[in-house]
């Protein structure tokens, strides 16, 4: 093993890590967009270059979109509720 | 459940996942010593065989080709129905007349954001088309590419805080991609039968490894997919943000 995938793999572990230990949603969106893109670099040091590159389109473009348009849909309704009140 | 009974179960199930990982782990080949056939076979026949460069994309799309069709209608079957749930609730909501006016497209977002994400969707646009395209030579192809064409509207939709643009909407480009993609994949998999071959062989001309038109039907099923992808990643966000708009649904 390279020093280079070592220091990856600690990378993916601290940021996957700092993922589950965050509270706030938005937060942990962004944090999540993050740990997608150490992910896409420790499959593109590990010689998977198609993989990394589905590991951004996927990790960091098209979840954190869908998660952060869900977390507006549910302020929204709860905004909506609080009025009706 | 109570407390103590939630983290007897936990510790039980932890000590029993643990076991299996170690036992799993143990068994794993030494890191850099990869064992598999099929990849080593794979890496020295498909540039001979598929005239692709990149054997990834000839696997996806030629050697195991049925699997990709079904990862392909697994995309197609969860944004339908995510589209039909959204659209029931927005057509429920809009029976209502008070809700005629509808919120404004752009609510006053910097207008420096919106420049700049108005002027990245050509660019974007492009390096997509260049992903699903090149799937065949280099990393990449229809799954990525798709993703990639559909950050396009992400990113407008985000830096505008606005609606897909009228134009995309009424005529039913999204809706057009996506289907366009689907069936393409069936179509070309169906000609090879024609072909005189099984479904889904690689019945085309194979062309030089190396030139952008090569690889058979490695390539027009890559985009194909990158068609579908992008028009059923792009409707779904585009679902989505119509319906932040509409005012009231779903309370």
Redesign the interface.
């Known amino acids: 093993m390279t020093a280079l995938q070592a220091v990856i793999l600690i990378i993916v572990a601290a940021s996957g890590t700092a993922v589950a230990l965050t509270r706030d949603p938005t937060r942990q969106v962004i944090l999540t967009g993050l740990f997608g893109l150490a992910l896409a670099v420790l499959f593109f040091v590990f010689q998977a270059p198609d993989v990394a590159l589905s590991q951004i389109v996927v990790g960091s473009v098209a979840l954190p979109a869908m998660v952060l348009l869900t977390l507006r849909e549910l302020r929204r309704r709860a905004s909506e509720r609080e009025d009706a009140e | 459940m109570r407390r103590r009974a939630r983290t007897a179960l936990f510790l039980v199930a932890a000590v029993v996942l643990a076991a299996v990982l170690v036992d799993g782990l143990a068994g794993l080949p030494a ?2 010593h990869f064992h598999g056939v099929d990849g080593r076979t794979l890496d020295h026949v498909t540039v001979r065989q598929r005239h692709a460069t ?1 054997v ?2 000839a696997v996806n799309f030629d050697y195991r080709g049925l699997d990709t069709m079904g990862e392909e209608f697994i995309l197609f079957a969860s944004s339908v129905g995510l589209v039909v749930l959204l659209r029931e609730q927005r057509a429920d909501r809009q029976q209502c007349p008070d809700d005629a006016g509808g919120a404004s497209g752009d609510d006053g977002r910097d207008p420096l954001l919106a420049l700049v994400g108005r002027w990245s969707v050509a660019p974007i646009i492009v390096l997509g088309v260049y ?1 699903v395209t090149h799937g065949q030579l280099t ?3 229809g ?2 590419g798709g ?2 064409l ?2 396009a509207l ?1 990113t407008l939709l ?1 830096t505008t805080g606005g609606r897909t643009p009228r134009t995309i909407r009424r005529h039913g480009a999204l809706e057009a991609l996506e289907g366009i993609g689907a069936g393409g994949y069936v179509v070309i998999g169906v000609a090879g039968i024609f072909a005189g071959l099984q479904f889904l062989s690689n019945f085309l001309p194979l062309g030089t490894a190396g030139a952008l038109f090569s690889s058979g039907t490695v390539i027009s099923l890559s985009t194909v997919v990158g068609l579908e992808v992008a028009g059923a ?1 792009a409707l ?2 585009a679902e ?2 119509e ?2 708009q509409t005012p ?1 649904v ?2």
């Open positions: 890191f850099g990149d990834v994309t992903v990393p990449g192809g799954f990525q993703v990639v559909a950050s992400i985000i990643i779904i966000v989505f943000a319906h932040g009231g779903g309370s």
